[in-house]
């Protein structure tokens, strides 16, 4: 046997971390550019991942099977760690300019322009797939068995992967961008590459160990081995689906959230696979422990789905006070309550899964063949992976919801149990009866467990009103209740348990404004329009309200939503008017793909910190915006200026002024603001503003959100360029590169007060053309009364309620009716 007196176990599980923290690293990249060039819809970015497993799965079986005729093994593990790292940063700069080159091929078959995609995804995928398996094979002289061996392996390869999860998240991408992070990645592999080079030198084929007893190796029982693996791999990228879906409402849509909790779900397989290497080589009965091992995880992943309840916020809250207290700092707080919710949900269930692995190494690799057979392993694994992900996103939970998908799989698990112990050496007999005693109570469980648990869940975690409606579908659960007091009701939209406005009146006079003032103030004759995300209905609503509109177009991500949106007040019962397109479409993708050109284009996504959502904030949009408008074009960009800190609303103010040459700014609502760019000067015509504000509907859409005037209008102008210009200052841009805000600080509880007061001191006289003197004095005593408004409110934000109430009563004498200032009396008064 060859000697290897520098390279053991802990050195390839050294290197193992670092390719495991490469891989993650590009996984989270690419997923991130794919959904930049195909949009963020749930097909395409299951598609992206799915791609990226497939490459592993093909390079599991091919690489492992060629390490075992290597002589050198520690060479070739380093020819694929370099592989990696140069294609890894090639795809990363591909990927950011393939767009165009996708749509184009997308036009004449799309089935090239995806298999094109994944060929790109895949390939790096593919030598990163064989690196456990090589490494596998270049310790076979090493002490151990393979069951060992392989789970350190394992563990070490994950908890690179936590690694990366991690620090791509919190660290990386927000100080290097995503170019620059795909070179840190690459040089992880090539540090990984040029360990294994320097002690390869000595390294030749060794002789295989003593035969392991026959029952681990003989055909048959590989082959099943790697049949219920395989079925338990889908299982539990099945769980990992249902559980993305489920804890969100326990956590928030920010991309530090999300990495947290896969930081534990990897934790938990990372460590399952440690504790148990160590013990798998001493396994009496493997085939027993395998089946009990997947059997508990079912039940305790489906048992922990059916005790959720308000507990578990109780938990979080006292955690979050705790570490924030200690920490100082609001985002550890956060970051600890997401941690809670990982821990309580995923944490157990994946050690449990995680301590499978060594175990079937033991029954399906045969000494003899460690590379080919590890390889078979983890590549049917992975393909389980895949047909699980894909089945229970696309078919379980579209047709049976989340907890009945959990369910299902949790059932599964019991079978594949049952089988594994009924191969076993002592079958159902002795500890062997735990299996279908825990299969029963899976059973039991899964019969009981409400299917509207969830839909309860969220409804009393956020104020226990009314569900209207509740849908688990495609990559998203939204919901619609009603909420307030018994004489002020109003319906509220929530997208994965996160509020994404309602019909109450703040939200229906920024979303009414949204879509209105861009169209009233146009010095055009606007005849098509275009909104991006329909959420309520109301801005897209609007567009009915506006007279000589010829075309309508609103592209909205999910289906769901486009159903929601009928239950909402205010949108002038959008659904179903043939007047208004609604296109089932990612906006960034509707723009990229359709040459047709609008005179308006208006944005209502989601707040631009939620994970996926700032590539609707970028300058990288904001040019691709601008190349879909007419002559005389405005893009209007919803900016709420409640749910980032002042630092980030400048740098998306950057963001759009490094796109349109002409900028306003326009106060539409309290915590909202309306930025509208164009290429073409603005101009704030009162003639012409006067004879549209003349039509009576569009007056009364206009009128019911306190809009009573052209002069009540003109109010809501705050600035023009320049003063956005001082605003923003040396502020950097967000960018497709740099997408800052999704990984910026979490929001401070008094950043309303600290961002308002400063948008409004920007105000400067509207550039009226053809007003007159009255016109002007009207404007500026509603924008007075305006003004009075907010001052009222940030005092009550402050606390300073009696100055709320003599602000507002002064406010009420001199415009009683506004019902915009009328609502928020009326609510204070509950």
């Known amino acids: 046997m060859a000697k290897r007196t520098h390279f053991g176990p802990a050195t390839a599980a050294f290197m193992l971390f670092l390719s495991g923290t490469a ?11 794919l959904s930049l060039v195909t949009g963020i819809d749930v097909y395409a970015v299951s598609i992206g991942v799915s791609a990226f497993f497939l490459g ?32 890894g940063a090639g795809v990363t700069g591909i990927l950011s300019h393939i767009a165009p080159l996708f749509v184009a091929i997308e036009g004449s078959s799309a089935l090239a322009a995806w298999a094109l995609l994944i060929l790109i995804v895949a390939t790096p995928a593919f030598l990163m797939g064989g690196t456990l398996p090589v490494l596998l094979r270049a310790l076979e002289g090493a002490p151990g068995g393979v069951g060992t061996k392989g789970g350190r392996l394992y563990a070490a390869n994950t908890l690179g992967a936590i690694v990366g999860c991690l620090a791509v998240s919190f660290v990386i991408i927000p100080a290097l961008g995503v170019q620059a992070t795909g070179l840190a990645a690459a040089g992880l592999g090539v540090m990984a590459a040029v360990i294994a080079l320097s002690l390869s030198g000595g390294s030749t084929r060794a002789t295989p160990q003593s035969e392991a007893p026959a029952e681990t190796r003989g055909a048959s029982g590989s082959r099943l081995a790697l049949v219920l693996y395989a079925i338990a791999g889908g299982v539990a990228l099945g769980y990992e689906v249902a559980w993305s879906q489920a804890i969100v409402q326990f956590i928030s849509t920010r991309s530090f959230a999300f990495s947290v909790v896969l930081a534990t779900y990897l934790a938990g397989l990372a460590l ?31 048992a922990e789905f059916a005790l959720l309840g308000s507990w578990l916020t109780a938990i979080q809250t006292s955690a979050e006070a705790a570490v924030a207290s200690a920490t100082g700092s609001i985002f550890a707080g956060m970051c600890a309550r997401f941690l809670v919710a990982g821990l309580t949900i995923v944490f157990v269930p994946t050690l449990i899964l995680g301590a499978a692995f060594p175990v079937v190494l033991r029954l399906a690799v045969d000494p003899r063949h460690v590379g080919r057979d590890t390889g078979r392993v983890l590549a049917l694994n992975t393909l389980g992976g895949i047909a699980g992900t894909l089945l ?16 299902a799989l949790a059932v599964v698990a019991a079978v594949i149990g049952l089988v594994a112990v009924g191969r076993g050496k002592r079958g159902w007999k002795g500890w062997g009866l735990a299996a279908p005693v825990l299969g029963a109570l899976t059973v039991l469980i899964a019969v009981t467990v409400p299917s509207d648990r969830l839909a309860n869940l969220l409804n009393l975690s956020r104020g226990n009103g009314t569900i209207v409606s509740y849908e688990e579908g495609l990559g998203a659960t939204v919901a619609v ?87 909402f007040a205010g949108n002038f019962t959008v659904a179903g008017d043939n007047r208004l397109e609604v296109r089932v479409a990612d906006g960034r993708r509707e723009l990229m793909r359709n040459a047709d050109r609008y005179d308006l284009i208006t944005l209502e996504p989601p707040p631009p910190s939620a994970a996926g959502v700032v590539n609707l904030y970028s300058s990288d949009f904001y040019q691709l915006a601008r190349e879909r408008l007419a002559p005389n074009g405005l ?63 569009l007056a009364e859409a206009l009128g019911e959100v306190g809009i009573g005037s052209a002069a009540d209008l003109l109010a809501t102008w705050m600035t023009d360029r320049t ?42 006289k509207v550039p009226l053309v053809a007003a007159d003197a009255a016109l002007e004095k009207s404007v500026s005593d509603a924008h007075n009364r305006l003004m009075l408004f907010y001052q009222a409110s940030l005092n009550a934000y402050a606390g300073y309620r009696d100055e709320w109430a003599r602000d507002m009563e002064l406010l009420m004498r001199v415009e009683p009716n506004n019902p915009y200032y009328r609502w928020f009396v009326s609510s204070s008064e509950r």
């Open 635 to 697: 893009v209007a960009q919803w900016l709420p200026i409640a749910t980032q800190n002042d630092e980030d609303t400048r740098a998306l103010v950057r963001s759009f002024l490094d796109s349109f040459p002409h900028a306003t700014l326009w106060s539409t609502e309290l915590h909202e603001m309306l930025l509208i760019g164009s290429v073409e000067p603005q101009e704030i015509d009162a003639a012409r503003i006067a004879k549209r504000l003349a039509d009576p509907t």
């Open 56 to 87: 592993l799965a093909l390079g599991s079986f091919a690489l492992g099977r060629l390490s075992d005729r290597s002589r050198q093994p520690l060479r070739f593990y380093a020819q694929l760690e370099t592989g990696v790292a140069v294609l």
């Open 481 to 567: 209740i009603e909420q307030g007091q018994q004489d002020r009701r109003f319906r509220r939209l929530y997208i994965q348990g996160v509020s994404n406005t309602g019909d109450a009146m703040p939200s229906l006079r920024y979303m009414r404004l949204q879509a209105l003032l861009p169209l009233v103030i146009h010095k055009g004759e606007p005849k098509s329009a275009l909104v991006i995300g329909l959420g309520t209905g109301i801005t897209a609503g609007s567009l009915l309200a506006y007279p000589g509109l010829d075309q309508r177009v609103v592209a909205e991500l999910l289906p769901s939503v486009a159903r929601a949106s009928a239950l």
């Open 272 to 302: 399952g696979a440690a504790l148990f290497a160590r013990r798998t080589d001493r396994l009496s009965d493997p085939w027993g422990t395998f089946g009990l091992l997947i059997t508990l995880a079912g039940l305790v992943a489906l």
């Open 392 to 407: 229970t996103g696309f078919v379980l939970i579209p047709s049976f919801g989340i907890v009945r998908s959990f369910a």
């Open 723 to 764: 003063g956005l210009e001082r605003y923003a200052g040396s502020a950097l841009p967000v960018t497709d590169d740099q997408p800052r805000i999704e990984y910026a600080s979490w929001v401070r509880p008094d950043e309303l007060q600290r961002t308002l007061p400063n948008l409004i001191a920007l105000r400067s």
């Open 23 to 33: 891989a993650l690293i590009f996984q989270v990249l690419w997923i991130k550019q």
